[in-house]
């Protein structure tokens, strides 16, 4: 059986095109998967429920009610979600989209060099601490979300990978993506694979 994912995905610079292309190429190394692209959440086909996941990658400032609810829908029903990066960043307006996604971004600061430290004794076992240079994204986040990688920020952590559950559905965040390097790292490639195929109930 092919499990059917819909990549959400747009950008030439923020996200980086090089960048949405190195999500695509890790993905793709899924056996028993096929992908199909479109440019934005209002460009969602008809018979969303035969996907067994979204990958939104973009960064987006409006949504219609429209296109959020058919989203809304789709993941409270059971519909999986893995988000990269600045999905989170997207329609910061929207306090609905926000609990779909398990967090609302609050800001983040320069391009620098962090250390991800793994939390994770089940999706994600056995991927070793490794160093990223990205943008590190903070969020309020909502409560009950399961936080499977964190960095150091301040005298404290912040989540940079985790999973939650919207009625139904499955939602899986992972931070790195502003820079097509992050994408390209072989922990980052991984977790993103796990993180799709826990959001579609097949881990």
Known sequence: MTRDILLVTSGVFHPPYTGRMALHQALGQLDG????????????????????????YYHHKTISDAALTRLEDYVAAGGGVLAVHSAT??????????????????????????????????????????????ELYLHELQPGIDVHFTAMHGSGETPVVWTHRYKQGRVC??????ITSSLKHPAVQEILRRGLKWACGAE
């Not at 998967?33 to 939104?56: M, Q």
């Not at 600061?109 to 070793?128: H, K, N, T």
């Open 33 to 56: 998967f096929g992908f199909r692209h479109v440019p934005s959440l209002e460009r969602l086909p008809e018979g969303l429920d035969k996907y067994s996941a979204l990958v939104l």
């Open 89 to 134: 960043a997207s329609f910061k307006d929207s306090l609905r989209y926000s609990d779909i996604m398990g967090g609302r971004f609050s800001g983040h600061g320069p391009l620098e060099s962090f250390e991800v430290q793994s939390r994770s004794y089940d999706i994600f076992r056995g991927i070793e601490p490794f160093t990223l240079r990205d």
């Open 173 to 178: 965040y992972v931070e790195p993506g502003h």
